[in-house]
Nanobody, 122 residues
Framework: QVQLIESGGGLVQAGGSLRLSCAAS????????MGWFRQAPGKEREFVAA????????RYADSVKGRFTISGDNAKNTVHLQMNSLKPEDTAVYYC???????????????WGQGTQVTVSS
């Protein structure tokens, strides 16, 4: 049984930093990809960042390039999202996902965590 558990969310002021973590269990994901998505109230879920551990391939949404960094620890089946220079518009529930390729399409990820809340105040 595959399980993804996010952690590290919280309340920060604009300009601050936060580090999210996603621990995966039930399968070794070294051959696959891990991604981060977010969903704000009243909006659809959107892509944030993804990584494929086997090739260190990463991709980011334009809105977070230069501010967010995704990284993975293959031995621990854990992916991290370092978020710097946070803005109020970054406020959302952040979800971890696992799939075959580091795609920006949420529908192509078969496994999802339950999310962690990130709130950025003005």
């Amino acid at each position: 049984q595959v399980q993804l558990i996010e952690s590290g969310g919280g309340l920060v002021q604009a300009g601050g930093s936060l580090r999210l973590s996603c621990a995966a269990s039930g399968r070794t994901f070294s051959r696959y990809a891990m991604g981060w998505f977010r969903q704000a109230p009243g909006k659809e879920r959107e892509f944030v960042a993804a990584i494929k551990w086997s090739s260190d391939t990463t991709r980011y949404a334009d809105s977070v390039k230069g501010r967010f960094t995704i990284s993975g620890d293959n031995a621990k089946n854990t992916v991290h999202l370092q978020m710097n220079s946070l803005k109020p518009e970054d406020t959302a529930v952040y979800y971890c996902a696992a799939g075959v390729t580091p795609t920006a399409a949420a529908g192509l990820y078969p496994y999802w965590g339950q999310g962690t809340q990130v709130t950025v105040s003005s």
